[in-house]
């Protein structure tokens, strides 16, 4: 695609709920990386796929905090039981290898995600 | 461990001014550095990044950057401010040799006067 793409855009959910984010990346990228962005601070990462494998998933939150990807495209970040503090702009990058390469990670607009 | 600090967490510069957004950085050696850039509304964009050679970067937007190791510090400057600047401003770290973490700032919000 064009860019990597985020669905959706706005999510309103209640605390409790589970609630499921989609990253599309840019096509043929190997690697995606999600982010959280709470209000007014800077990116905390938070995974990353280096094709359909994450090899590091300490950087997830909580046992509530899943993701997977599949076919080395869509990826899907899974929030159980959402509580308050979940709240934040979740990004998604691609790039065409790993991070630590000199790739050049691509972000989607993000998912806004507020927990009522 | 790695950490980035952006020591400014907002600046204010008139239209047409220089600019300089402060970085600094905790690394064992040589890390890759990137400056992002997110205008309101949209998604983070990359405006310059360095890894090796030439201690001054060239991006886009008329952007320049300067790695000094002794400082440990990568500022990001640019010699007139354009009204379409304001936005937040990102500095981040990456891991050489294989690493995948990007540790990014808590970011510097710029707003341009008339």
């Known amino acids: 695609g064009a860019g990597v793409s985020q669905s959706p855009s706005n999510k309103v959910t209640e605390k409790g709920k589970d609630v499921e984010l989609r990253c599309d990346p840019i096509?043929?990228?190997?690697?995606l990386y999600w982010y959280r962005q709470r209000l007014g601070q800077g990116l905390e990462f938070l995974i990353y796929?280096?094709?359909?494998?994450?090899?590091?998933k300490s950087g997830l939150p909580s046992d509530r905090f899943s993701a997977e990807r599949t076919g080395e495209s869509v990826s899907t970040l899974t929030i159980q039981r959402t509580q308050q503090e979940d709240s934040a702009v979740y990004l998604c990058?691609?790039?065409?290898?790993?991070?630590?390469?000199?790739?050049?990670?691509?972000f989607g607009p993000g998912t806004r995600l507020t927990v009522l | 461990a790695q950490s980035v600090t952006q020591p400014d967490i907002h600046i204010t510069v008139s239209e047409g001014a220089s600019l300089e957004l402060r970085c600094n950085y905790s690394?064992?050696?040589?890390?890759?550095l990137f400056w992002y850039v997110q205008s309101p509304g949209q998604g983070l964009q990359l405006l310059l990044k360095?890894?090796?050679?030439?201690?001054l970067v060239q991006g886009i937007k008329g952007f320049e950057a300067e790695f000094k190791r002794s400082q440990s510090s990568f500022n990001l400057r640019k010699p007139s401010v354009h009204w379409s600047d304001a936005a937040e401003y990102f500095c981040?770290?990456?891991?050489?040799?294989?690493?995948?973490?990007?540790?990014f700032g808590a970011g510097t919000r710029l707003f341009v006067k008339a």
């Open positions: 990058a691609s790039s065409w290898r790993l991070a630590g390469s000199t790739d050049t990670q691509y």
């Open positions: 096509s043929g990228h190997t690697a």
């Open positions: 796929f280096q094709g359909n494998s994450a090899p590091d």
């Open positions: 690394y064992g050696a040589t890390p890759y």
């Open positions: 360095y890894f090796s050679g030439d201690t």
């Open positions: 981040a770290v990456g891991a050489r040799g294989g690493g995948f973490k990007t540790i």
